[in-house]
């Protein structure tokens, strides 16, 4: 019922915009709104002794989006009441205060200019799927941790979590490419420009491995998609990526298999909803990749700690690939003040500062060895490792052993010139 509306809503007002590896459709709904979670007023757990450290978010956690980007709004304030149900992180309770843009760039501005000037936090942990703060936290100087998108690569004041872009692309031509794929399609969404911001990455990967690519576009308001999966057919496509929320992904796709269309799916792993994907039967062998560890291996101890938290902080709430990768980029956060003892009061420039002192951080394996080096290559320079994983009778199951596998830096450096200007 709730994305029945959700989708109708999408078709009275709908606005696109790219960000990240793959392009996004973010929908534009006139709301906004915020609250402080796990401050120490509200955490359940006791109070520590050191100054409280304020962190911000600004997230999509409602609109047209929230199927796919919600889940990070959930996961990031159940981070934050489960580190201070531990005593916080150094002896510190963390106030994270999360503001809502549901989709609309212009509330995040205005959301992360209180969140700055008004709030005062330290340091923003995890990004909208579209915003339009990077210039702004530049000249503030304040940190900002999680998905980025691809012109902010070279922004001192962004650190990546997950893999980069190039480094994204790079690794769904190489897995397609595994599986005997000549023909490579890329649907990308109508609405902007700047969704097709992807592609030249995209076919340059791809012809580095001797395929061809067809690149369609697709609106998210669509009430088929009959012309470009006939397209897509037509030039004998035989693995596609789609650039678009979870639910359109399914909706591109299953119209694709109804004209005919016989091509696997390739997906980053925070376009997938779990639940919706293992009862779709199109779905079965497709190509996942993410930056993350596989959300339902418990296996993994980050993993492990993470599904308990969740189950005991935020009951209900969704615990897939986008929650992961949430609870990830917080968990990023931590890692750095812990290595750097952060103490009472710390600054913007601190956290910077302790965030260039990570090596090889996982964070207990939610992550391949992450570290961020000096200087504007900061986020070009790390990233490239990633997992990959299918459905296989209506089961996620990894491959490669559950390992992560890493791309060489060589191989990746012609894609650098391909990236957007800062």
């Given at each position: 019922?709730?994305?029945?509306?959700?989708?109708?809503?999408?078709r009275m007002?709908l606005?696109m915009?790219?960000?990240g590896v793959?392009?996004l459709?973010?929908?534009v709904?006139?709301a906004?709104?915020?609250?402080?979670?796990?401050?120490p007023?509200?955490?359940g757990?006791?109070?520590a002794?050191?100054?409280?450290?304020?962190?911000?978010?600004d997230?999509?956690?409602?609109?047209?989006?929230?199927?796919?980007?919600?889940?990070?709004?959930?996961?990031?304030?159940?981070?934050?009441?489960?580190?201070?149900?531990?005593?916080?992180?150094?002896g510190?309770?963390?106030d994270?205060?999360?503001?809502?843009?549901?989709?609309n760039?212009?509330?995040?501005?205005?959301?992360?200019r209180?969140?700055?000037?008004?709030?005062?936090?330290?340091?923003?942990?995890?990004?909208?799927?579209a915003?339009?703060?990077?210039?702004?936290?530049?000249?503030?100087?304040?940190?900002a941790i999680?998905?980025?998108?691809?012109a902010?690569?070279r922004?001192?004041?962004?650190?990546?979590?997950?893999?980069n872009?190039?480094?994204?692309?790079f690794?769904?031509?190489?897995?397609?490419?595994?599986a005997?794929?000549?023909?490579?399609g890329?649907?990308?969404?109508?609405?902007?420009?700047g969704?097709a911001?992807?592609l030249?990455?995209?076919?340059?990967?791809?012809?580095?491995?001797?395929?061809?690519?067809t690149?369609?576009?697709?609106?998210?308001?669509a009430?088929?998609?009959t012309?470009?999966?006939?397209q897509?057919k037509?030039a004998?496509?035989?693995?596609?990526?789609i650039?678009?929320?979870?639910?359109?992904v399914?909706?591109?796709?299953?119209?694709?298999?109804a004209?005919?269309?016989?091509?696997?799916?390739?997906?980053?792993?925070q376009?997938?909803?779990?639940?919706?994907?293992?009862?779709?039967k199109?779905?079965?062998?497709?190509?996942?990749?993410?930056?993350?560890?596989?959300?339902?291996?418990t296996?993994?101890?980050?993993?492990?700690a993470f599904?308990?938290?969740?189950?005991?902080f935020a009951?209900?709430?969704?615990t897939g690939?986008?929650?992961?990768?949430a609870?990830?980029?917080?968990?990023?956060?931590?890692?750095?003040a812990?290595?750097a003892h952060?103490?009472?009061?710390?600054?913007?420039?601190?956290?910077?500062q302790a965030?260039?002192?990570l090596?090889?951080?996982?964070a207990?394996?939610?992550?391949?060895?992450?570290?961020?080096?000096?200087?504007?290559?900061?986020?070009?320079?790390?990233?490239?490792?990633?997992?990959?994983f299918?459905?296989?009778?209506?089961?996620?199951?990894?491959?490669?052993?559950?390992k992560?596998?890493?791309?060489d830096q060589?191989?990746?450096a012609?894609?650098?010139?391909?990236?957007?200007?800062?």
């Amino acid at each position: 019922m709730r994305r029945d509306m959700v989708r109708r809503t999408s078709r009275m007002r709908l606005r696109m915009l790219s960000a990240g590896v793959v392009a996004l459709a973010v929908a534009v709904v006139a709301a906004s709104c915020s609250s402080s979670s796990g401050g120490p007023s509200g955490s359940g757990g006791t109070r520590a002794g050191g100054s409280t450290w304020k962190l911000g978010s600004d997230l999509t956690c409602s609109g047209p989006l929230a199927s796919s980007a919600g889940p990070y709004c959930d996961a990031i304030k159940a981070w934050a009441k489960s580190v201070n149900a531990s005593g916080g992180i150094n002896g510190h309770q963390i106030d994270l205060i999360v503001k809502d843009d549901a989709g609309n760039p212009a509330s995040g501005l205005r959301n992360v200019r209180e969140l700055v000037e008004k709030d005062h936090v330290i340091a923003l942990v995890g990004l909208p799927p579209a915003y339009t703060f990077s210039a702004y936290l530049k000249a503030k100087k304040i940190p900002a941790i999680g998905i980025i998108g691809n012109a902010d690569y070279r922004n001192p004041s962004f650190f990546n979590v997950g893999l980069n872009p190039f480094a994204s692309v790079f690794a769904v031509s190489q897995e397609t490419s595994r599986a005997g794929v000549k023909n490579f399609g890329f649907a990308y969404c109508a609405e902007s420009a700047g969704c097709a911001q992807s592609l030249p990455i995209i076919q340059a990967a791809a012809g580095g491995f001797g395929q061809t690519t067809t690149a369609v576009k697709v609106s998210s308001s669509a009430a088929d998609y009959t012309a470009p999966c006939l397209q897509l057919k037509n030039a004998g496509v035989q693995a596609m990526l789609i650039g678009a929320g979870s639910d359109v992904v399914l909706r591109v796709l299953d119209s694709c298999v109804a004209q005919g269309l016989k091509a696997r799916v390739a997906v980053p792993a925070q376009a997938i909803e779990p639940a919706d994907w293992l009862k779709d039967k199109n779905t079965e062998g497709m190509i996942g990749i993410s930056g993350y560890a596989p959300w339902y291996d418990t296996t993994i101890p980050g993993i492990k700690a993470f599904q308990a938290s969740m189950a005991k902080f935020a009951p209900g709430a969704g615990t897939g690939a986008a929650a992961s990768a949430a609870w990830s980029i917080a968990e990023v956060f931590k890692g750095a003040a812990q290595a750097a003892h952060l103490g009472d009061n710390p600054t913007s420039a601190q956290v910077t500062q302790a965030l260039h002192g990570l090596q090889g951080y996982t964070a207990d394996g939610l992550l391949p060895p992450l570290s961020y080096p000096q200087g504007a290559e900061q986020n070009l320079a790390v990233s490239n490792c990633y997992f990959t994983f299918t459905i296989r009778n209506a089961a996620f199951a990894s491959s490669n052993g559950g390992k992560s596998e890493c791309i060489d830096q060589q191989k990746l450096a012609p894609f650098v010139k391909l990236l957007p200007a800062s």
